[in-house]
């Protein structure tokens, strides 16, 4: 079956205590990226990456890092977690813009932090 | 800037009636647009997309849009609303080749 699979869902944390939230995808994907969903602010961007060790800033990057070693996974690092980083984050992917492929994203089922 | 507007925070609606959720788009060359749909607890789900052709685009569980180029406008349409339909919905333009920018999301209720 064809999916973005996040972890963990839910995670409860410190301020200052580093985590990552992992991202992989099976559809063999160039695309990857990561949203956080805050209310009536819809989804941000935070990062992206185009393919392996090709990554960019998105709208709201501050306070997070990314990686992208291997095109199926694009983990999603807070090395010194805030409170402002409470959120709901998902991560997505899509093939490559061709002929046969015009752009619709697949989302993970999202992971909900909290930050104490 | 470039962005998406979704004007209502909330659209409510008897079952059976037509619903509309409404988007307009303020981005540069032509975009391409996508409406969105999330349930509780799940991640968003792709509805339909208008990238060329016919301005009425048909997408899933009976969905419709119609791209208005003039009014920079891509309204999602039902002609009967089910209490299943009850959701969150984000309208989205695809830009540049590859950034997405979403709207800030409607949410539907649909009444029994």
């Known amino acids: 079956e064809a999916q973005v699979t996040q972890n963990p869902r839910y995670l409860i944390t410190v301020t200052g205590k580093k985590l990552t939230v992992t991202c992989s995808q099976n559809?063999?994907?160039?695309?990857m990226s990561w949203y956080r969903q805050d209310p009536g602010l819809g989804l941000r961007q935070i990062y992206y990456?185009?393919?392996?060790?090709?990554?960019d800033k998105g709208d709201v990057p501050e306070g997070y890092k990314v990686s992208r070693k291997e095109k199926r996974n694009f983990p999603l690092i807070l090395e010194s977690p805030s409170p402002n980083q409470t959120s709901l984050y998902f991560c997505?992917?899509?093939?490559?813009?061709?002929?046969?492929?015009?752009?619709?994203?697949?989302f993970g089922e999202g992971s909900r932090l909290t930050v104490l | 800037a470039q962005s998406v507007a979704q004007p209502e925070d909330q659209v409510n609606v008897a079952e059976g009636n037509p619903l509309t959720v409404k988007c307009t788009y303020s981005v540069s060359g032509n975009p391409y647009l996508f409406w969105y749909v999330q349930y509780p607890n799940r991640g968003l789900q792709f509805l339909l997309k208008y990238i060329t052709g016919d301005n009425l685009v048909k997408g899933s569980y009976g969905f419709e849009a119609e791209f208005n180029k003039s009014q920079t406008s891509f309204h999602l349409k039902k002609p009967s609303a089910l209490v299943s339909d009850s959701a969150l919905y984000f309208c989205?333009?695809?830009?540049?080749?590859?950034?997405?920018?979403f709207g800030a999301g409607t949410r539907l209720f649909v009444k029994a």
């Open positions: 990456s185009m393919n392996v060790e090709v990554t």
């Open positions: 989205a333009a695809g830009v540049g080749g590859f950034k997405t920018i």
């Open positions: 997505a992917s899509r093939g490559r813009f061709s002929a046969g492929n015009t752009g619709e994203l697949f």
């Open positions: 559809m063999n994907h160039e695309y």
